[in-house]
Structures are given as structure tokens and as C-alpha cells.
């Protein structure tokens, strides 16, 4: 039984919707990463800045949970992009068929 034209145009209505707030979220994702990356570049320094003659010893510990985060992020956000591309094809294959 194929489907009726109002159904597939509801799905597209709400292929569409879910389209625009995965992109949002791909949005604040990429905001994220970014603010992880320069949460590790202040936790660099301040983990190897100089005071007087004594250098605070850096904390491997904290180093490697942020390496771990930021990489955490990047899939994250990878699998998100994926997640919009697949999307993206499906509305595009949608419009495809049910343009006359």
C-alpha cells in the first residue's frame, strides 16, 4: 500500500522540524567544542606557569580527563554531523519523490 500524499507530507513537515533542531544542536555542539578547547588552553597554562622559583607540578590526572572530553566532543559532534547529513538525504529523496 503506498502512502497517502498527506502522510508523506506530514513526514516531511516533520523530517524538516527535526532537520532545523539538529542543525541547532550541531550549532551549539560546535559552540562546546570550542569552549572545551580554550578551557584546555587556560588549564595549560595555568597548570605550567612559574610562581617565584617553584613551578606548580602539572596534574596528569586533569590533562588526560580533558583530552578525553575534547575527544568526547569531536565525536560527539561528528556523529551529529552524520546524523544531519543522513537527514539531509532523506528530505532530499523525499522531495524527489514527491515532486509530480
Request: hydrophobic content about 35%; proline content about 4%.
Amino acid at each position: 500500500k503506498a502512502p497517502k500524499a498527506e502522510e508523506t507530507a506530514s513526514l516531511l513537515d516533520q523530517v524538516v522540524e527535526l532537520r532545523a533542531e539538529l542543525e541547532e544542536r550541531i550549532k551549539d555542539l560546535a559552540i562546546f567544542r570550542k569552549e572545551i578547547h580554550e578551557v584546555g588552553k587556560l588549564m595549560k597554562i595555568d597548570l605550567f606557569q612559574t610562581t617565584g622559583n617553584h613551578a606548580p607540578r602539572p596534574n596528569q590526572q586533569n590533562i588526560n580527563n580533558h583530552r578525553h572530553t575534547a575527544v568526547l566532543a569531536d565525536r560527539v559532534l561528528n556523529s551529529v554531523q552524520q546524523t544531519a547529513n543522513k537527514i539531509q538525504t532523506l528530505c532530499t529523496e523525499l522531495n524527489n519523490e514527491s515532486s509530480p
